[in-house]
């Protein structure tokens, strides 16, 4: 039981879900996190299990300080999205939910490129269930690109790891880095996962169209999975640095204008995904320190906000800005807890984002990257307007939209308290968290210099949201949905499609018709020839054919003898 790779829990629990009635069903997707958690506690250190597959050798569990992490915070994140939807009846949810959980677990422990391929796949088609299930057209059509984007990200894995393994003769998933094709397709391969620039939309396409419940767990894993192997295979290399700076700053222009609010949750993940990217180009012990640190941080606070959404979804129907508002009024407990994870996220302090992303900050300074480090200084400002103000006000504050409603069932309120408990925890103690970390770095998160600097954002940042508002420059808030760079396949790409279709329509038409025409020549040819009235049909003098044979054969000798 302890050397057990702590997916098959999942997968046996899922297993159980699959036939048993709903009470039981409920305790056993609350035991197997806990019972889960206890077991991956007491897997030993470089714990390393071997097996042999024809030719190959693979390693399905491997245990060491960042899978170990990484193992704890999926644990976690599967107890909190548990409890979160205990209230629903769909047993396809539960059971897609815990195979999903479980793939991500057994993700992380993969020591094999090969193993790893194999969750990354189950991982993408367990996920789109959770976005199938809200039975909606949009839903469905969202599902669909997600699925065929992730299963395009695990087709480049394995050609990049079979590439890899017929240059070095291994699969073993360490330090990969960029020198050579293979390597290139596994990094476009985890970019896809992890939400790169212009390979984001399949992420603000299809989380805002799960349901209530399946967008939390959806928030927890397949981005973290990615930004693991990132950490894991491509920690140091540089292009991640400018990538990741990318990532913190163009989503904040979209989630200003857009109006589905956990549409600007998804557009903030990428935002926050882009620090622990710069950090892991970093590649130095801080800068790595606080990466994962702050994916750690961001399942836990991002996954309350995306609780306080779906809390506001499932009691409302409603989940534009424009539609909600006043929502303090009947639903103040949610509204006290969305505000807990609104600060998280924007790093105030005592708040969980603030003991992880200042080490990414301070790292980038150290390695003399000034112009990546305002980037993210105004990425930070950028996402406290539109995660930290912009969506606990229009959704619990703002204009009165009459809704009435009441606090969500008592399941959906433990899960986001338990998650608002671990933000306030760890931001006033981090110590709990560092240790856990990879390195030993003596950060002191506390600094004075580091709370003044960030008071002093935060005031600006509320200031200019305030400034915004009230003079009328701040987007409204508009019934519509944008769309980005995934433009080209929702857009572009089938007006192209129906193009070149018309194209060939009318080559087909043309050379239908002058087949038909040809064919009606052909035919009337047959029938003057064949026909009952036809040259051939006709009855023939006796005479007249001898003749004919007399002069065929007269000929026949002729050319013979010449």
């Known amino acids: 039981m302890i050397e057990l790779p702590p997916f098959v829990l999942f997968y046996l629990a899922a297993l159980a879900a699959a036939v048993l009635p709903r009470r039981a069903r409920q305790v056993v997707m609350l035991a197997v996190p806990l019972v889960g958690g206890l077991a991956l506690m007491n897997l030993a250190p470089d714990l390393l299990l071997r097996v042999a597959f024809m030719d190959l050798h693979l390693e399905p569990l491997r245990v060491d300080k960042l899978s170990m992490l990484f193992g704890i915070l999926f644990h976690i994140g599967a107890f909190i999205g548990i409890v979160f939807s205990l209230h629903v009846d769909d047993r396809s949810q539960h059971v897609a939910a815990l195979l999903y959980a479980g793939s991500a677990i057994g993700a992380v422990f993969a020591g094999d490129l090969l193993t790893l391929f194999l969750f990354w796949e189950i ?13 909606t057209d949009r839903a469905w059509g ?3 690109r997600y699925l065929v984007i992730q299963v395009l990200s695990g087709v480049l894995l394995l050609a990049g790891a079979l590439m890899l393994y017929r240059h070095s003769g291994s699969l073993a998933f360490d330090h990969i880095g960029l020198n050579g094709a293979g390597s290139f397709l596994i990094f476009i391969a985890f970019g896809i996962k992890c939400a790169f620039p212009l390979l984001h939309n399949w992420l603000t396409d299809a989380y805002p169209e799960a349901t209530p419940t399946g967008t939390v767990f959806l928030s927890a894993f397949t981005t973290k999975v990615a930004v693991y192997a990132l950490a894991r295979g491509f920690a140091g290399t540089e292009a991640l640095v400018y990538i990741g700076a990318t990532m913190t700053c163009f989503p904040i222009f979209y989630a200003v204008i857009e109006n ?35 994916a750690f941080n961001d399942v836990i606070f991002k996954g309350l906000l995306m609780m306080s959404m779906g809390a506001v979804l499932h009691m409302t129907g409603r989940i534009n800005g424009s539609d909600l508002g006043g929502l303090y009024k009947s639903m ?34 150290e390695e003399g990257h000034p112009g990546v480090w305002l980037a993210l200084l105004f990425a930070s400002a950028g996402v406290f307007h539109h995660a930290g103000i912009k969506i606990p006000f229009f959704a619990f504050f703002s204009h009165d939209s009459g809704i009435r409603t009441t606090e969500p069932p008592l399941n959906m309120l433990a899960a986001m308290g338990l998650a608002a408990v671990l933000c306030i925890f760890i931001g006033c103690y981090p110590w709990a968290l560092y240790e856990l970390l990879p390195f030993s770095t003596g950060y002191a998160p506390f600094d004075g210099s580091h709370i003044l600097a960030q008071i002093q954002l935060l005031v600006f940042s509320a200031a200019a949201f305030a400034w915004l508002k009230v003079s009328g420059i701040y987007p409204p808030e508009l019934r519509s949905t944008n769309i980005d760079a995934e433009w080209l396949y929702r857009r572009l790409a089938p007006r192209w499609v129906r193009r070149c279709t018309q194209g060939l329509t009318a080559v087909s038409d043309t050379l239908g018709e002058t ?3 040809a064919s009606r020549v052909v035919m009337r040819s047959v029938v003057r020839h064949y026909g009952p009235e036809g040259t051939l049909a006709r009855s023939w003098p006796t005479g007249s054919m001898v003749l004919w044979v007399a002069v065929l054969l007269a000929a026949s000798l002729i050319l013979y003898y010449l």
């Open 123 to 135: 991982l993408a088609l367990t996920s789109a269930f959770l976005i199938f299930a809200n039975r």
């Open 142 to 144: 969202a599902g669909m």
């Open 260 to 294: 589905d609010l956990r549409r600007v949750l998804a557009y903030s993940m990428i935002n926050q995904i882009g620090f622990m990217v710069v950090g892991i180009g970093l590649g130095t012990a801080l800068a790595m320190n606080g990466a994962i640190a702050h």
């Open 332 to 365: 103040p407990v949610t509204a006290g807890l969305c505000i807990v994870g609104a600060a998280s996220i924007s790093a105030f302090p005592l708040f969980s984002g603030f003991v992880s992303k200042s080490m990414v900050m301070v790292a980038v300074l």
């Open 515 to 517: 087949t038909q025409n």
